[in-house]
Nanobody
Framework: QLQLVESGGGLVQPGGSLRLSCTAP????????VAWFRQAPGKEREGVSC???????SYSEPVKGRFTISRGIAGNTVYLQMNSLKPEDTAVYYC???????????????????WGQGTQVTVSS
């Protein structure tokens, strides 16, 4: 069973930055499409960003221009760099992956095979 571990969440002031990491211990993610989702209290889970095996990326409108998804050089980590954070970015952030070695595309629909436990991001002064 593939396990995902997210890290990097925390409390940050508005306008600040955080970098989230998603790793699969003992496994490289090069052949997996990877996405980040978030869920705020009382709201449905929403897609934030995704990256394909060929490093094509997509972003939701609320985060476009502020967040950047990327793959680490070693291939076993995917990052979500979050800049200019706003209180409305407060949520639990989840990493999700699915085996997809041939597609140059990714999706922010929640039809991913494996999910992490989530990391809390709180943006507050």
């Amino acid at each position: 069973q593939l396990q995902l571990v997210e890290s990097g969440g925390g409390l940050v002031q508005p306008g600040g930055s955080l970098r989230l990491s998603c790793t699969a211990p003992g496994l490289t993610l090069d052949s997996y499409a990877v996405a980040w989702f978030r869920q705020a209290p009382g709201k449905e889970r929403e897609g934030v960003s995704c990256i394909s095996v060929s490093r094509g990326t997509s972003y939701s409108e609320p985060v476009k221009g502020r967040f950047t998804i990327s793959r680490g050089i070693a291939g076993n980590t995917v990052y979500l760099q979050m800049n200019s954070l706003k209180p409305e970015d407060t949520a639990v952030y989840y990493c999700a992956v699915t085996w997809n070695p041939r597609s140059p595309f990714c999706t922010m629909q929640p039809n991913y095979s494996y999910w992490g436990q989530g990391t809390q991001v709180t943006v507050s002064s």
